[in-house]
């Protein structure tokens, strides 16, 4: 029998710059743009962002340089 491992990570980003619907709107917006991005959730009121990834294909390094390219400095929560 094989175990499959689930080739997705999540990982949960302060995003202190988040403010408003526009904020969250913008950062949904370039994240699902990422190839290997399947899944981002944003949580105005804590200023966070979930990200649900294929680990293979894209790093959080990489989410945290797109979401510094839109304007918004991130950091793991």
């Known amino acids: 029998m094989t175990t499959q491992l689930n080739p997705d990570m999540t990982v949960m980003l302060e995003v202190p710059g988040m403010v408003c619907d526009g904020c969250a709107e913008k950062i949904r917006s370039a994240l699902t743009q990422i190839p290997g991005v399947h899944k ?26 797109a979401l510094s390219q839109q304007g918004f400095d991130a950091a793991a929560a």
Request: glycine content about 0%; hydrophobic content about 40%.
């Open 40 to 65: 981002v959730k944003t949580k105005l009121w804590q200023k966070q962002v979930q990200v649900t990834f294929k680990k293979e294909t894209v790093s959080e390094k990489a989410i945290v340089h």
